[in-house]
């Protein structure tokens, strides 16, 4: 099992950090262990989808569920990881926000023994992914 989590403050108003984490079709733009997203079906607030991440070109299915102005959570529940990613969003002041990330993810087969370097990567990847949100937002 990995969990863990990360903070970043952005120096954008919620509104237009939103917009960026909102848009969960740009994911590949900024989470760089997503090459692509399909999306089988939307309702409401809900989306369904198979995402090709970076490890092996493998394929995880999704359900995303978007709390407008607030998360994005993603529960992935098929592929070599399951679990789930929540993205949250808070006001620090009016021309700030905090991203916070929680990821709590368990790894299947024989990647379960590399849990510890996954870990890694997916911290370093969420870390960039804040970043590369931050520098597009100051353009």
């Known amino acids: 099992m990995v969990n863990f989590h990360t903070s970043k403050k952005i120096n954008s108003p919620v509104s237009e950090v939103w917009r960026i984490l909102s848009d969960t079709d740009r994911e590949p733009e900024f989470w760089r262990g997503t090459k692509s997203i399909k999306n089988i079906s939307k309702s409401g607030n809900t989306v369904e989808r198979e995402v090709v991440i970076a490890f092996k070109n493998s394929v995880c299915k999704e359900i995303v569920t978007i709390e407008p102005m607030k998360s994005v959570t993603t529960d992935i529940t098929e592929g070599p990881l399951t679990g789930k990613k929540t993205v949250v ?4 002041g009016e021309k700030a926000s905090v991203v ?15 849990s510890k370097m996954v870990k890694k990567h997916i ?6 992914a804040l970043d590369r949100i931050s520098i597009a937002l100051e353009k």
């Open 100 to 114: 916070d990330v929680e990821w709590d993810i368990r790894l299947s087969g024989f990647i379960g023994i590399f």
């Open 89 to 92: 969003i808070n006001a620090d």
């Open 123 to 128: 911290l370093e990847g969420t870390n960039d």
